[in-house]
Structure formats: C-alpha cells, structure tokens
C-alpha cells in the first residue's frame, strides 16, 4: 500500500512559477514508477510528467515540455513537479500517482492539490 500527499499548490500570476512535492508513504516508492496528472474544471484528468524508479528517465507531455521539470528523492519518499513559465491553461488540479513495478498500471492516487494562474 502506498499514501500518497501532494503539497505546494496555490496561486501564482502567468509566467511565475511552483513546486510541488508529493510525499509517499510505505517501501514501494522506491520501486515505482511516478507521474503527474492534472485535471481543470469540466476536462478530462490528464498524464503530465513521468519518471522511473532512480529518476533516470523522465517524459512529459508536449504541453508542459521544456516548462516543467519531474523529480524525485528516494531518500526522502518525495516526488517533485517544478512548474516555470506558467500559463492560465496550467490551472488544475495536480495529482501525483504511483505505479508499483513499472508496469505502468497507477494504482495509488493523492488527493490533489490545486494550482490556478491568474492572467
């Protein structure tokens, strides 16, 4: 079982930027797979940012490439999103998740935390 608790949500004017940081509970965030989601009002959620167990490899969506940046410390149970350059249309809720194995199956959610950019 892992929980999962995002925080450093709030509001930020266009081009400020963020960090958020979603601490895991348990010994299998280590072996697991991390991503970031969001979802604004009246959307669908969406994948943001991935990463694999020792942070080697990371992806984005095309949206966020270049502006966003997904990390993580195995040491501290932490998931990082620094957000730079943000935009109105960045304004959701941010959701960190978990794939236990890699097999890229997120099976363990936070509760969110909500980022808004005004213009």
């Known amino acids: 079982q892992v929980q999962l608790v995002e925080s450093g949500g709030g509001l930020v004017q266009a081009g400020g930027s963020l960090r958020l940081s979603c601490t895991a509970s348990g010994r299998t965030f280590r072996n697991s797979a991390m991503g970031w989601f969001r979802q604004a009002p009246g959307k669908e959620r969406e994948f943001v940012a991935g990463i694999k167990f020792s942070g080697g490899s990371t992806y984005y969506s095309d949206s966020v490439k270049g502006r966003f940046t997904i990390s993580r410390d195995n040491a501290k149970n932490t998931l990082y999103l620094q957000m730079n350059s943000l935009k109105p249309e960045d304004t959701a809720v941010y959701y960190c998740?978990?794939?236990?194995?890699?097999?890229?199956?997120?099976?363990?959610w936070g509760q969110g935390a909500q980022v808004t950019v005004s213009s």
């Open positions: 998740a978990a794939d236990p194995g890699g097999v890229g199956s997120y099976d363990y």
